[in-house]
């Protein structure tokens, strides 16, 4: 690993307010450091612009260590960048070359409106996990862990599933804003496990109408999503979901409680 | 205010039962009756406020995240320990309990750690039936692997995902509550203070970060679940985000600060590049199992790996130092954090670090993959593996990691009883927040299991007691107190809008860092204390003179997010500085060169210093007053803890 700086010239979208008009505005990025995550060298550039009296640009991002999904980032086009498997908060400058152009944008989609620059509002995801993504069991009086063996393989399956991260680069990847990969993740991980089960068919019909609700598109299989996913969650998922909601509106349909 | 600790009569192992029956009972009916405040969304925030609304009483929930699911429990690697004895190899509840104690280097108390280890098994179970996938045998039954500072294998475990899968969850609960209209969930909100009536904390007044409107929120009781402050460094594991305002500004309200100087430096962090870094990133201690530490054997090897003039696999094995496994031949590359931090330390000031800055150790996975195969080592280290690629460029797979010691989580926090009541009635402090189980050193695996217990099953026994006393009445918001303290934040936001020096806020920060970092990090000595705290009072006035804040409060505003919180931690490191200075022993993360062994081992001072120290805020700029809490020992002896 050897470190080497580089000059870049930087688009990036500015949005005073949920209300108000963005625009492109156009930054030169001097001297950044190889070594730097792609955030770091954002904070650099909020630095010189904090120091100029000038307003830092308001992006979104917390653990820096690509699991708590709250970095977004559209740049150059792709979410969390060029980088496969990776959220943008782990993504490094040495990705980039001296001299490049970056254009980075928020997330775009309808559900997930601007609140300032590259920042969005992604309430809408915790509004479908509300609506059925858990196991209804209250606190104690539960069964020993090992009263229950679930076979290694469907462990691991579902723990796959359950990796994601919430960040929502599956939405803003996808040309009808799908949110299905996101939904489909946990209806998965619940459905491949025997503790969800009891609630399966009811869980997939109240999660899949509360994404349909918040205004997200459908699925036309374009496998975008998959693509920039940084966690790797399967494009089954969505397969999975779909079987058991459709399974549920013609063969099992139960009262939703809302 | 003399502290009591309200720990229960009795034997130790029946204290906790004991204490729930004669804990009052909140009739099912008038639950409803009450509103709780939680404050944060981690592992502790999230399951308190589940398992509160569960039994049927209004919980509101804070965050400053844009979703409850981002708290930085979210981040934590290796696992959480349980003493289910699954591996038939020796645990149990004492023996948890025993380890905690030892772990700790005795500066816990024995009760609320034995109610940590016996409530451990509960919190496996009720994980289970919410759906985490923890790793699993073939048989179908759940693995375990074994963890720093224990030699048992009592750690259950999600890949190195752990905390993320138990804080969905937790999540998951608390998303059932919201649906069914017993939690309100409020996200971009910042607790900036908490409300007083009559010495009773009754709300809180919180910042809308969207929108800047500063809000008052009553509550019976108020749950601070915030996290730790380990921020105060600048460079840390925490999150950007963590911060000590929340527990800070309840301090200044009247709640003690018990243990600030004991902060954990985690040993298995990547090493700093260069001064652009934000954040450390931790490389999970379940890396030990299979991971052996080493530098070269001498100064001058050191240097020509440093100068490139050789490559590692140059460097033969009887020129390798496996430093660790020399010095403590029993836990060899397992010994507690502190103990292998301070190893680390040792080996860079000797020369003998590698890296680029020579302060980083090897850890070496050559022997794992020739065990084990490649295969085996990626299946239980494989997202670890990548982020270090991701990070460092290097392939882990290939060549030893580069590793040095990083601030990773904070002992000291909010004094509680045991109850996890705050010295102010009706305010309690739960999780990392709290002082309460992990005395002066943490042991890996353990943080989740403690914010877990203390939100899923400790406080929802404990607030009732507290609650029954209150009648039933509503909160009264008309109370000149809301206004009152609503009026004070909105003040000091103001002032802070209203500075406009040439410093940044980060630059303010980052010296903060340096200062602990120097002086008040992994050894203190009298003279470096006295000096940080001179830095300090100097840096706590270029903030109030010098910073710049721009925008306005009406909107997203990163510079006043961050100036609000940087103020609070200058004057957290001071109390830290203040608290250090005070313990003249070593203990557990508090290593005092002062007090060592003649091997250069932290050596306690049983007879002075066995208490809490809990400080009391008098007023700014005024020296804080030391009660202190004495602990008493019954079940363990205190011996100096050896892992050789």
Sequence with gaps: MSETTMNLTLKIWRQKNQNEKGRFVTIEAKGISTDMSFLEMLDVVNEDLTRKGEDPIYFDHDCREGICGMCSLYINGQPHGPKHGTTTCQLHMRSFHDGQTIVIEPWRAAAFPVLKDLAVDRTAFDRIQQAGGYVSVNTGGVPDANCLPIPKVKADEAFESATCIGCGACVAACKNASAMLFVSAKISQYALLPQGQAERWSRAQAMVEQMDAEGFGACTVTKACEAECPVGIKLTNIARMNRDYFNAKFFKEETVHH | ?644
């Design chain 2, 1 to 644: 205010m003399i502290l009591d600790s309200k720990i229960p009569e009795g034997p130790l192992a029946e204290k906790w039962s004991r204490h729930k029956f004669n804990l009052k009972l909140v009739n099912p009916a008038n639950k409803r009756k009450f509103t709780i405040i939680v404050v944060g969304t981690g592992l502790a925030g999230a399951s308190a406020a589940a398992s509160l609304a569960e039994l049927g009483y209004n919980v509101k929930t804070f965050c400053y995240q844009d979703s409850p699911r981002r708290a930085h429990s979210i981040a934590a690697q290796g696992g959480i320990n349980a003493a289910k004895n699954y591996q038939n190899d020796g645990d149990s509840v004492f023996r948890l309990f025993y380890d905690t104690i030892k772990g700790g280097d005795y500066r816990a108390r024995e009760a609320n750690v034995y109610r940590l280890a016996e409530v451990s098994v509960n919190i496996i179970d009720q994980c289970v039936a919410q759906g985490v996938p923890f790793a699993r045998e073939y048989g179908g039954l759940l693995d375990n692997r074994s963890f720093g500072g224990a030699q048992v294998s009592r750690t259950f475990y999600a890949r190195g995902q752990t905390g993320q899968q138990l804080l969905l969850g937790a999540y998951s609960a608390l998303n059932r509550q919201i649906h069914a209209g017993k939690v309100t969930s409020y996200t971009r909100h910042e607790m900036l203070d908490v409300v007083m009536i009559d010495g009773h904390a009754k709300g809180i007044i919180t910042r809308d970060l969207k929108t800047g409107a500063i809000e008052s929120h009553e509550g019976h009781a108020v749950l601070l679940c915030t996290g730790g402050y380990g921020n105060v460094f600048f460079l840390s594991t925490n999150a950007m985000g963590c911060n000590v305002t929340a527990a800070w500004r309840a301090h200044k309200r009247g709640a003690y600060f018990a243990n600030p100087c004991y902060t954990q430096i985690h040993p298995t962090c990547i090493p700093v590049t260069g001064d652009h870094q934000s954040k450390l990133t931790l490389m999970s201690e379940s890396l030990r199992n299979d991971g052996r530490v080493w530098v070269p054997k001498t100064k001058e090897i050191a240097e020509k790996l440093r100068k490139g003039q050789i490559k590692i696999s140059d460097i033969k094995e009887e020129d390798r130092d496996y430093f660790l496994e020399r010095k403590y031949p029993s836990f060899g590359n397992l010994v507690p954090r502190d103990v292998a931090s301070r190893n680390a330390k040792q080996m860079a000031d000797e020369g003998r670090g590698v890296g680029a800055t020579g302060l980083a150790v090897f850890l070496d996975f050559a022997d794992a993959i020739k065990r084990l195969g490649e295969d085996t080592v990626r299946a239980k280290y494989g997202n670890l593996f990548d982020m270090y690629y991701q990070i460092t460029d290097e392939n882990p797979y290939k060549q030893p990691m580069r590793i040095y010691p990083a601030v990773h989580y904070t002992m000291g926090g909010l004094w509680v009883d045991y109850n996890l009541m705050t010295s102010i009635p009706g305010l309690y402090a739960l999780g990392e927040c709290n002082f309460s189980d992990h005395g002066a050193n943490r042991l890996g695996a353990s943080a989740l299991m403690q914010g877990l217990a203390d939100g899923y099953f400790v406080i929802p026994y404990t607030v009732g007691d507290y609650l029954t006393s209150l009648g039933f009445k509503p909160v009264d918001k008309s109370n000149p107190a809301f206004e009152q303290t609503r009026l004070e934040v909105e003040e000091n936001v103001n002032k802070l809008l209203s500075l406009k020096g040439s410093k940044t806020v980060d630059d303010i920060h980052k010296k903060l860092g340096h200062i602990m970092w120097e002086y008040c990090g992994m050894a203190r000595n009298e003279e470096g204390l006295m000096k940080a705290k001179g830095l300090i009072q100097e840096l706590k006035k270029e903030f109030w003179n010098d910073v710049t804040v721009l925008g306005e409060n009406e909107e997203l505003n990163l510079s006043l997010e961050k100036a609000g919180r940087v103020a609070d931690f200058i004057e957290l490191g001071e109390l830290m500085v203040d608290d250090a200075l005070n313990r003249r022993e070593s203990c557990g993360g508090h290593f005092r060169e002062e007090s060592a062994t003649a091997d250069g081992e932290a050596k306690r001072d049983d007879e002075h210093y066995a208490y809490v120290a809990a400080w009391e805020y008098t007023g700014d700029n005024q020296p804080e007053v030391l009660h202190k809490e004495p602990l008493v020992f019954e079940n363990v002896k205190l011996t100096q803890r050896s892992y050789k």
